[in-house]
């Protein structure tokens, strides 16, 4: 069973390295790298869905394939693909940039089981987080500082470069507040 799962998530990273190369492992999965490991049944990949033509063609792809993916129309900033039986999330919150600085800064890291695979960048992930938060809550402000908080105590957080992101996608207020609060 396990090997069908390993299986699965190298299929979808093939998949979508082949319509978005400047994607990047975002969610509960790339959290895992910065903050205290949480399960996950799925994982989630920020790519340029701003892109109408790429996603079309990814679209009819999987609809070529025996994957699924949902919604099927063009337009939206979230889309749920199930892959050999495993969910990935394609997703592209409003407001967030996803940009040249965002694509230099993402890590390059290599799953035993998977191979290479980028994975956003502490602050990336924070700010993310953020922005995500006005629409779908605290939980999401939670897991901001929860990246924010462990990676400084590795050294591995840069609060300007934190900052910078924060003002391009109109959450610097909350980044501050963030940054201002003493770890729990």
């Not at 996950?40 to 869905?49: A, G, R």
């Not at 394609?90 to 290479?116: A, I, S, W, Y």
């Not at 980028?118 to 402000?141: H, K, M, Q």
Request: aromatic share 14%; charged share 30%; hydrophobic share 40%.
């Amino acid at each position: 069973m396990e090997w069908r799962y390993w299986e699965s998530i190298r299929k979808a990273v093939r998949l979508v390295q082949r319509f978005y190369p400047d994607y990047a492992l975002v969610g509960r999965f790339a959290r895992n790298f910065y903050a205290p490991p949480e399960t996950t049944l799925d994982i989630d990949f920020l790519v340029n869905l701003d892109d109408r033509i790429t996603l079309r063609e990814l679209i009819d792809f999987v609809g070529s394939q025996s994957y699924e993916i949902s919604p099927t129309d063009v337009g939206h900033w979230q889309y749920k693909m199930n892959v050999k039986g495993f969910r990935v999330d394609l997703v592209k919150p409003k407001g967030f940039h996803l940009d040249e600085e965002f694509v230099f800064k993402r890590r390059l890291v290599r799953l035993r089981r998977v191979g290479r695979i980028f994975v956003s960048s502490p602050e990336d992930l924070a700010t993310l987080y953020v922005v995500s938060s006005r629409e779908r809550g605290v939980r999401d402000l939670i897991k901001a500082k929860d990246v924010i908080e462990y990676s400084r105590a590795r050294n591995d957080f840069n609060e300007d470069y934190f900052l910078s992101r924060c003002e391009r996608n109109s959450v610097k207020p909350l980044c501050l507040e963030l940054l201002q609060h003493e770890p729990v």
